[in-house]
């Protein structure tokens, strides 16, 4: 337990007196009477509350317990052990440890001599206990602050209800609380510390030579293949050198947790993964750690869960994974990088019509129109009063992207931009999940190709799935819709929670680490910025 220097007089101030403090310090003068005032409460209360004063609400909140410390007096050890702990152990979390300063806090303790060195500790104190129960809770960054198209609405402790905690006697309880309880978090934790203690080993090894190889093969490469699938976790240790079946299926394993093809081949994507470092994946396993702090909110018994990065939409119900579907997200280019955000799923449109976005129009469609009036010819030209014009009519050639008048529109049809239905969740970027007439995409490996909204492989039976909880006939009603030819809207009777995410790390539905790749660049900024904040990784490679 924490030692005190030697104990010093709990100081006693009325609630009059406080006020006169604290006032004096929130306004910076300290006139004649309020320094006589001053003059006669001891040392630690004058340098708390002054310190204090800095933050109404400490200030508000040691005025209304009268300056009675939380952390310095002699009664309270078990409570400033506790925190000390918690503190020395942030770590653990992946939240930069020398942010709190426990150790240069336990040092001030052993060392304070004046209770007006006591009073500045006090508040040091509850600072970094402010801090911490933020950091834990919510996330170390500002996701904004690192890029815009990360729109979260962060979940916040209001400090009040954190100082309060501090009088409870169950504040250990309560430290424990704040991280996330999400069965990924606590996966992400166990792969934080396995992948620290592989890299203190010396890492998984020697990396492979640049060379395909294939089931059949033999020699070193197949055993340093072995290898590295060995310590990375994906195979037993043996001492053959051949690429027989078992190896075989190894890779395969090693592929789907990395969201390659399962062909068993090394070729150049695979060779690339399994080449990257232990510190390299800890980094991805930090900053899924933050991102799960982002979203440390209730997410819904029910919802959809689209990993932008595993190209990818899930629904889950109390915690299962009831439907998936490969999806296809926004190009990695500015503008159209899919964002991510929480919201809710409240209808489903059938047979759409595609209003084409006025950056598509302008940018992309108007060009060509140009040259060719007939351009694009299965899409319609509106005007301002939404009639269709006939486009021979049109001069094209004297309009620029700034002052083109009209929209552009495609009806209902199977070769709809939508395909044959979208899934409305209305924001601010016109994102949604639609269906698409262009089914080869999703055969590929990466499948970032959209304009940003995402599209669907198996659009229908996730029609089914959203409908199922309100008609016993999901499949029908769908079908009514689509077979009347008619655009129209099928209503969620109970809205459904939609939440765009972006994880590089995470486990799957066994436990199993899965790595993806940093599609947008979003992991590799806020990484340094968690880097720039203090949190650590190891640097050893291999």
């Not at 992948?195 to 990396?207: D, K, P």
């Not at 093809?261 to 900053?287: H, Y």
Request: glycine share 6%; with cysteine; proline share 6%.
């Amino acid at each position: 337990m924490l030692e005190l220097a030697p104990v010093f007089r709990r100081p006693l101030l009325s609630a009059a007196l406080a006020l006169t403090v604290w006032g004096g310090a929130m306004a910076g003068l300290i006139d004649a009477a309020q320094a006589q005032t001053l003059a006669q409460i001891s040392p630690f209360t004058q340098s708390l509350a002054v310190a204090a004063s800095e933050d109404k609400d400490l200030a508000a909140f040691y005025a209304a317990r009268n300056y009675a410390p939380l952390w310095t007096g002699p009664e309270d050890a078990e409570r400033r052990t506790t925190l000390l702990a918690a503190l020395s152990r942030a770590g653990d979390h992946g939240l930069p440890v020398q942010h709190y300063s426990a150790g240069a806090l336990a040092d001030a303790f052993r060392s304070a001599q004046t209770e007006g060195d006591r009073g500045r500790l006090e508040l040091r104190m509850t600072r970094a206990y402010l801090d911490y129960v933020h950091d834990l809770h919510s996330g170390v960054l500002d996701p904004k602050k690192i890029d815009s198209t990360i729109v979260r609405d962060l979940p916040r402790i209001d400090p009040a209800v954190a100082l309060a905690a501090l009088t409870s006697p169950y504040l250990a309880d309560y430290l424990d609380s704040l991280a996330p309880t999400s069965p990924a978090y606590a996966q992400l934790l166990k792969a934080k510390l396995r992948l620290e203690s592989q890299i203190a080993a010396g890492g998984w090894g020697a990396t492979l030579p640049a060379q395909v190889l294939r089931p059949g093969a033999s020699g070193d490469a197949v055993v340093a293949l072995r290898d590295r699938l060995a310590a990375m976790g994906f195979l037993s240790r043996s001492a053959t050198r051949d690429f027989d079946d078992t190896l075989q299926k190894a890779v395969q394993r090693f592929q789907i947790a990395h969201g390659l093809e399962p062909d068993g081949i090394v070729d150049e994507l695979t060779l690339a993964e399994l080449n990257i470092a232990p510190s390299e994946r800890l980094k991805s396993v930090l900053v899924a750690l933050e991102r799960e702090r982002w979203i440390n909110i209730d997410l819904g018994r029910r919802y959809v869960w689209v990993n932008l990065t595993d190209y990818t939409a899930k629904i889950l119900e109390d915690g299962k994974e009831t439907f998936s579907t490969r999806a296809v997200i926004g190009k990695e280019v500015k503008d159209q990088r899919t964002p991510e955000f929480s919201d809710e799923i409240e209808y489903m449109v059938v047979n759409p019509s595609w209003s084409v976005p006025r950056s598509i129009a302008t940018k992309e469609y108007l060009p060509l129109m140009k040259r060719n009036p007939n351009a694009a010819g299965h899409l319609q030209i509106v005007d301002r009063n939404g009639r269709v014009v006939n486009r021979g009519a049109v001069n094209f050639a004297k309009y620029t992207a700034a002052n083109f008048p009209f929209s552009m529109r495609q009806p209902p049809s199977d070769g709809n931009a939508l395909g044959l239905v979208k899934f409305m969740f209305p924001n601010q970027w016109n994102i949604y999940l639609h269906d698409t007439p262009s089914k080869s995409l999703f055969d590929r490996e990466t499948r970032a190709f959209s304009h940003g909204c995402i599209r669907l492989a198996r659009p229908f039976e996730f029609a089914y799935e959203l409908l199922a909880a309100q008609t016993d006939d999901p499949q029908g009603t769908f079908q009514r819709a689509l077979d009347s030819g008619r655009e129209q809207a099928l209503k969620l009777d109970t809205h459904l929670p939609v939440h765009l995410v972006y994880f590089t790390a995470f486990p799957d539905g066994r436990g199993q680490m899965n790595y993806r790749r940093d599609v947008y660049g979003r992991d590799a900024l806020i990484y340094d910025a968690l880097h720039a904040a203090g949190v650590e990784t190891a640097a050893q490679e291999g």
